[in-house]
């Protein structure tokens, strides 16, 4: 995991990435590296899990922030497990890059569109948005039809209406046996921006790989509505306060679900200290664990996410409750090793899925 772990460090370090971010969170120096740290940890631990698996899962995952994020939390997931045939024109679609439902297809847009430069070949296939994301997915080909030694970890950047995005989370894996085709998922967080409506995003890719870099020019220009996903978004408030050891708050305030997504909205309180998550069972039986993904430290604003999704893990669209119990862990208060001890914190609560905002 040492290779993933420098992708981690080398975007947070980033001087137009994370320096940019620092200037505009409320985060100190000494709790951007407690978060750094966290992050750093939590791709090892997932590296160690996933030791044992077949070599043919070859996958990475990384995550770069941008202007104006303070923390973006990479959520430690991976992509289908199912192994593509070697074509010459792939169609590699959301639902399999995330492995959720074709019910997605109601809101993706199809770019399919392809840019050669430097002897490799990149096909934008699909977009979606929704409120505060987008989500493309794009395949990767050497022209010269060779494998690939490893899986392309692309240095991007997308902007939307002239803005560029706040910070991206995603990852890659490849697609054949020969390694002649890899696919890339990334979720691009757009804050502040009004996702309804049809927008126009500019996505620049130019640098592929890390141990073998290679620069180039691969633009792609498409646009894309959240409208139909964001009203389709189902909303149940929460709005329960949770008090954390060191006298600061959580208030948990909203769970949203859409064929996209499924995620926990929060805000703090007087504190930078805890990292959340949220373990969750529907009233069919459905467990569901949900990370932080992304906390604004300059709003106190947060979100964890799904993290099962990719296993088919989501809240059952006929479950009637879910009973949610909220979990910390606290930052150390210096430079030491993580604790993956996560406390509960507060009691367990129900929710009523039929209580649609």
């Not at 370090?13 to 740290?37: C, H, M, V």
């Not at 970890?153 to 939307?160: Q, S």
Request: hydrophobic share 35%.
């Amino acid at each position: 995991m040492k290779k993933n772990e420098y992708i981690m460090e080398n975007n947070i370090k980033n001087e137009t990435a994370w320096n940019g971010a620092a200037e505009k969170a409320s985060l100190t120096d000494a709790e951007r590296k407690r978060y750094q740290k966290f992050i750093v940890e939590n791709i090892r631990n997932e590296g160690n899990r996933s030791a044992g698996k077949a070599a043919i899962k070859r996958r990475t995952r990384w995550i770069a922030a941008a202007a104006c994020v303070a923390v973006l939390f990479l959520s430690m997931t991976v992509f289908g497990e199912k192994v593509y045939a070697a074509i010459e024109q792939i169609s590699w679609s959301l639902g399999n890059a995330l492995g959720i439902s074709d019910d997605l297809a109601d809101y993706k847009e199809i770019v399919h569109t392809s840019v050669s430069d430097s002897g490799y070949t990149v096909t934008l296939q699909e977009a979606v948005a929704t409120e505060e994301k987008v989500v493309v997915n794009y395949t990767i080909q050497r022209d010269d039809g060779q494998p690939m030694e490893e899986i392309p970890t692309c240095f991007d950047a997308l902007y939307i209406n002239g803005k560029r995005c706040d910070g991206a989370s995603g990852g890659g894996e490849f697609l054949n046996e020969e390694q002649t085709a890899a696919g890339i998922a990334v979720s691009y967080h757009m804050f502040g921006v009004d996702m309804t409506g049809r927008n126009e995003y500019r996505l620049k890719i130019r640098n592929l790989f890390i141990e073998n870099e290679v620069k180039g020019k691969w633009d792609f220009r498409f646009s894309a509505d959240g409208t139909d996903l964001i009203t389709d978004t189902k909303r149940i408030s929460i709005q329960k306060e949770f008090v954390l050891e060191n006298g600061g708050s959580v208030m948990l305030e909203e769970l949203s679900l859409n064929e996209l997504e499924q995620k926990i909205t929060y805000r703090t309180k007087e504190t930078t200290d805890f990292i959340f998550k949220a373990m969750a069972e529907d009233s069919t039986g459905c467990q569901i664990q949900f990370d932080t993904q992304t906390y604004r430290g300059n709003e106190g604003i947060g979100a964890m996410v799904n993290s099962e999704i990719l296993h088919d893990g989501r809240i059952a669209e006929n479950a009637e409750t879910v009973r949610v119990t909220l979990y910390a862990v606290e930052l150390p208060k210096e430079s030491g090793r993580m604790s993956k001890d996560y406390r509960q914190i507060g009691e367990p609560f129900e929710l009523n899925l039929s209580d649609n905002l």
